[in-house]
C-alpha cells in the first residue's frame, strides 16, 4: 500500500508560480512512475504530467508544456510539480497518482493510477 500526501498549494496571482510537493509512504515508491492531475470545478479529472521511475522521461499535457516542470527525489519518496507562469485556467484541485504497474512509461488516463493522493488547492487570481 502507497499513501500519498500533497502539499503547496495556495492563491497565487497570474504570471506567479507555485511548487507542489507529494510526499509518498512505502518502500517500493522508486518503483512506480507518477504523475500529477487536475480538476476543476464541474471538469474532468485530467493530466497535467508525469514522470518515470528514474526521472528520466517526462510527458507534459500541451496547455502547461514550457510552464509546469515535474522532477522527483526517490530518496525522499517525493515528487515535485514546479508550476510557473500561472494563469487563471490553472485553478483546480491537483491531485498526485501512482502506477504501481508501469515503471518506465506514463500514461494520461487516470483509470491506469493505482494509489492517489487527497489533493490540493491552487486558486489563480487574474
Known amino acids: 500500500q502507497v499513501q500519498l500526501v500533497e502539499s503547496g498549494g495556495g492563491l497565487v496571482q497570474a504570471g506567479g508560480s507555485l511548487r507542489l510537493s507529494c510526499a509518498a509512504s512505502g518502500r517500493t515508491f522508486s518503483s512506480f512512475a507518477m504523475g500529477w492531475f487536475r480538476q476543476a470545478p464541474g471538469k474532468e479529472r485530467e493530466f497535467v504530467a508525469g514522470?518515470?521511475?528514474?526521472?528520466?522521461?517526462?510527458h507534459y499535457a500541451d496547455s502547461v508544456k514550457g510552464r509546469f516542470t515535474i522532477s522527483r527525489d526517490n530518496a525522499k519518496s517525493t515528487v515535485y510539480l514546479q508550476m510557473n507562469s500561472l494563469k487563471p485556467e490553472d485553478t483546480a484541485v491537483y491531485y498526485c497518482?501512482?502506477?504501481?504497474?508501469?515503471?518506465?512509461?506514463?500514461?494520461?488516463?487516470?483509470?491506469?493510477?493505482?494509489?492517489w493522493g487527497q489533493g490540493t488547492q491552487v486558486t489563480v487570481s487574474s
Open positions: 497518482a501512482a502506477d504501481r504497474r508501469r515503471s518506465t512509461i506514463v500514461t494520461e488516463n487516470p483509470s491506469d493510477y493505482d494509489y
Open positions: 514522470i518515470t521511475w528514474s526521472g528520466g522521461s517526462t
